[in-house]
Protein backbone atom coordinates (compact mmCIF):
# COMPACT_ATOMS: atom_id res chain seq x y z
CA UNK A 1 0.00 0.00 0.00
CA UNK A 2 1.15 3.54 -1.18
CA UNK A 3 2.11 6.17 1.41
CA UNK A 4 -0.64 8.94 0.63
CA UNK A 5 -0.03 11.08 3.77
CA UNK A 6 0.84 13.96 1.25
CA UNK A 7 -2.58 13.94 -0.04
CA UNK A 8 -5.06 12.20 2.41
CA UNK A 9 -4.04 14.12 5.72
CA UNK A 10 -3.56 18.05 4.87
CA UNK A 11 -4.43 18.55 1.26
CA UNK A 12 -7.58 17.07 1.37
CA UNK A 13 -8.87 17.93 4.91
CA UNK A 14 -7.74 21.33 3.72
CA UNK A 15 -10.19 20.97 0.61
CA UNK A 16 -12.92 19.99 2.57
CA UNK A 17 -12.20 23.04 4.98
CA UNK A 18 -12.04 25.85 2.58
CA UNK A 19 -15.34 27.39 1.26
CA UNK A 20 -13.15 28.42 -2.29
CA UNK A 21 -10.95 24.57 -3.36
CA UNK A 22 -8.00 26.73 -3.47
CA UNK A 23 -6.06 29.42 -1.81
CA UNK A 24 -2.44 31.40 -1.77
CA UNK A 25 -0.22 32.31 0.91
CA UNK A 26 2.87 34.47 1.03
CA UNK A 27 5.08 31.70 2.24
CA UNK A 28 8.45 31.60 0.13
CA UNK A 29 8.40 29.12 -2.30
CA UNK A 30 11.11 25.71 -2.74
CA UNK A 31 12.81 25.27 -5.38
CA UNK A 32 10.89 22.42 -7.11
CA UNK A 33 13.25 19.78 -6.80
CA UNK A 34 13.57 20.30 -2.97
CA UNK A 35 9.64 20.45 -3.07
CA UNK A 36 9.25 17.28 -5.27
CA UNK A 37 12.11 16.09 -2.14
CA UNK A 38 9.78 16.71 0.52
CA UNK A 39 6.78 15.28 -0.74
CA UNK A 40 8.43 12.13 -1.26
CA UNK A 41 9.08 12.18 2.44
CA UNK A 42 5.58 12.90 3.42
CA UNK A 43 6.45 16.72 4.49
CA UNK A 44 3.47 18.53 5.54
CA UNK A 45 4.60 21.79 5.20
CA UNK A 46 5.80 20.65 1.33
CA UNK A 47 2.14 19.19 0.18
CA UNK A 48 0.78 22.71 2.02
CA UNK A 49 3.00 24.64 -0.09
CA UNK A 50 2.47 22.02 -3.09
CA UNK A 51 -1.70 23.15 -2.53
CA UNK A 52 -0.85 26.89 -3.02
CA UNK A 53 1.36 26.71 -5.58
CA UNK A 54 -0.62 24.42 -8.20
CA UNK A 55 -4.09 23.27 -7.21
CA UNK A 56 -5.84 26.66 -8.59
CA UNK A 57 -4.41 25.92 -11.50
CA UNK A 58 -4.59 22.57 -11.85
CA UNK A 59 -8.93 22.84 -10.68
CA UNK A 60 -8.95 25.65 -13.40
CA UNK A 61 -7.43 23.62 -15.78
CA UNK A 62 -9.92 20.80 -14.74
CA UNK A 63 -12.80 23.08 -15.16
CA UNK A 64 -12.17 24.62 -18.34
CA UNK A 65 -11.47 21.37 -19.89
CA UNK A 66 -14.59 19.55 -18.66
CA UNK A 67 -16.68 22.40 -18.60
CA UNK A 68 -18.27 20.90 -15.50
CA UNK A 69 -19.79 22.34 -12.26
CA UNK A 70 -17.91 23.28 -9.56
CA UNK A 71 -18.42 19.62 -7.54
CA UNK A 72 -17.34 17.49 -10.47
CA UNK A 73 -14.07 19.85 -11.03
CA UNK A 74 -13.48 19.68 -7.28
CA UNK A 75 -14.03 16.16 -7.41
CA UNK A 76 -11.13 15.46 -10.40
CA UNK A 77 -9.07 18.16 -8.14
CA UNK A 78 -8.74 15.49 -5.70
CA UNK A 79 -8.86 12.13 -7.53
CA UNK A 80 -5.59 14.01 -9.41
CA UNK A 81 -4.02 14.73 -6.15
CA UNK A 82 -4.30 11.28 -4.94
CA UNK A 83 -3.24 10.18 -8.48
CA UNK A 84 -0.49 12.83 -8.14
CA UNK A 85 0.79 11.14 -4.64
CA UNK A 86 0.92 7.82 -5.87
CA UNK A 87 2.80 8.57 -9.02
CA UNK A 88 5.54 10.94 -7.45
CA UNK A 89 7.98 7.66 -6.68
CA UNK A 90 7.71 7.85 -11.18
CA UNK A 91 8.34 11.80 -11.39
CA UNK A 92 12.05 11.92 -12.89
CA UNK A 93 12.11 15.82 -13.18
CA UNK A 94 11.80 15.56 -17.56
CA UNK A 95 9.21 18.23 -17.52
CA UNK A 96 7.62 20.30 -14.52
CA UNK A 97 5.62 19.11 -11.90
CA UNK A 98 2.80 21.23 -13.24
CA UNK A 99 2.88 19.44 -16.58
CA UNK A 100 3.36 16.08 -14.59
CA UNK A 101 0.03 17.11 -12.68
CA UNK A 102 -1.49 18.15 -15.68
CA UNK A 103 -1.00 15.04 -17.48
CA UNK A 104 -2.80 12.79 -14.34
CA UNK A 105 -5.10 15.39 -14.28
CA UNK A 106 -5.79 15.51 -17.99
CA UNK A 107 -6.47 11.62 -17.79
CA UNK A 108 -9.19 11.86 -15.00
CA UNK A 109 -10.88 14.29 -17.84
CA UNK A 110 -10.46 11.70 -20.47
CA UNK A 111 -11.85 9.14 -17.95
CA UNK A 112 -14.82 11.38 -16.57
CA UNK A 113 -15.67 12.17 -20.16
CA UNK A 114 -15.99 8.32 -21.32
CA UNK A 115 -18.31 7.28 -18.23
CA UNK A 116 -20.37 9.91 -18.66
CA UNK A 117 -20.84 9.30 -22.67
CA UNK A 118 -21.16 5.41 -22.09
CA UNK A 119 -23.59 6.17 -19.22
CA UNK A 120 -25.79 8.50 -21.69
CA UNK A 121 -25.58 6.17 -24.54
CA UNK A 122 -27.01 3.14 -22.44
CA UNK A 123 -29.36 5.52 -20.93
CA UNK A 124 -30.80 6.32 -24.21
CA UNK A 125 -30.92 2.89 -25.44
CA UNK A 126 -32.43 2.61 -22.83
CA UNK A 127 -35.56 4.98 -23.83
CA UNK A 128 -35.26 6.57 -20.44
CA UNK A 129 -34.39 10.26 -21.74
CA UNK A 130 -36.60 12.61 -22.47
CA UNK A 131 -36.03 14.77 -25.25
CA UNK A 132 -33.11 17.32 -24.24
CA UNK A 133 -33.56 20.98 -25.16
CA UNK A 134 -31.53 21.83 -28.01
CA UNK A 135 -28.79 23.97 -26.48
CA UNK A 136 -29.18 27.59 -28.22
CA UNK A 137 -26.03 28.97 -29.96
CA UNK A 138 -26.69 32.23 -30.40
CA UNK A 139 -27.98 33.15 -26.91
CA UNK A 140 -24.05 33.03 -25.75
CA UNK A 141 -22.62 36.49 -26.00
CA UNK A 142 -19.10 36.08 -23.87
CA UNK A 143 -15.99 34.25 -24.53
CA UNK A 144 -17.21 31.80 -21.73
CA UNK A 145 -19.84 30.53 -23.77
CA UNK A 146 -18.29 29.90 -27.04
CA UNK A 147 -15.37 28.20 -25.24
CA UNK A 148 -17.53 25.70 -23.66
CA UNK A 149 -19.26 25.06 -26.87
CA UNK A 150 -16.12 23.76 -27.79
CA UNK A 151 -15.22 20.02 -27.72
CA UNK A 152 -13.10 18.62 -24.17
CA UNK A 153 -9.58 18.32 -26.22
CA UNK A 154 -10.33 21.67 -27.94
CA UNK A 155 -10.61 23.64 -24.65
CA UNK A 156 -8.01 22.01 -22.77
CA UNK A 157 -5.39 22.73 -25.64
CA UNK A 158 -6.76 26.23 -25.49
CA UNK A 159 -6.87 26.55 -21.89
CA UNK A 160 -2.44 25.16 -21.64
CA UNK A 161 -1.89 27.55 -24.26
CA UNK A 162 -3.49 30.94 -23.55
CA UNK A 163 -4.62 30.54 -19.85
CA UNK A 164 -1.98 28.81 -18.05
CA UNK A 165 0.84 29.48 -20.70
CA UNK A 166 3.24 26.53 -21.35
CA UNK A 167 4.83 25.56 -23.97
CA UNK A 168 3.89 23.60 -27.07
CA UNK A 169 6.44 20.82 -25.78
CA UNK A 170 4.87 20.85 -22.34
CA UNK A 171 1.32 20.54 -23.90
CA UNK A 172 2.55 17.46 -25.98
CA UNK A 173 3.50 15.67 -22.35
CA UNK A 174 0.01 16.72 -20.71
CA UNK A 175 -1.62 15.11 -23.96
CA UNK A 176 0.26 12.19 -24.95
CA UNK A 177 0.35 13.60 -28.32
CA UNK A 178 3.20 14.88 -31.01
CA UNK A 179 4.28 18.69 -31.05
CA UNK A 180 2.59 18.70 -34.45
CA UNK A 181 -0.52 17.41 -33.20
CA UNK A 182 -0.73 19.79 -30.64
CA UNK A 183 0.01 22.85 -33.51
CA UNK A 184 -3.29 21.12 -35.57
CA UNK A 185 -5.17 20.68 -32.93
CA UNK A 186 -4.68 24.48 -31.36
CA UNK A 187 -5.17 25.75 -35.22
CA UNK A 188 -8.62 23.67 -35.13
CA UNK A 189 -9.53 24.92 -31.94
CA UNK A 190 -8.67 28.60 -32.64
CA UNK A 191 -10.61 28.35 -35.77
CA UNK A 192 -14.00 26.83 -34.02
CA UNK A 193 -13.59 29.50 -31.23
CA UNK A 194 -13.86 31.88 -33.71
CA UNK A 195 -16.68 30.72 -35.82
CA UNK A 196 -19.00 30.28 -32.33
CA UNK A 197 -17.89 33.57 -31.28
CA UNK A 198 -19.09 34.94 -34.55
CA UNK A 199 -22.18 33.10 -34.70
CA UNK A 200 -23.01 34.58 -31.14
CA UNK A 201 -22.75 38.10 -31.93
Do not use: W
Not at 9 to 33: C, H, K
Not at 82 to 107: D, Y
Not at 183 to 193: I, P, Q, T, Y
Amino acid sequence: MKDLTFVDAPILRRMESESSPVSATGAPRSEESDLVLRLRLGDTDAANEFFDRYAARIRRFIAQSLGAEKSEADDLLQETFIALAEALPFFRGESSLFTFACAIAHRKVLSFVRTNARRAHLIRAAAILEPETRHDVGSHRDFDSALLQLPPEYREALVLKYVEDISVAEIARVLAISEHAVESRLARARKLLRKHLGESQ
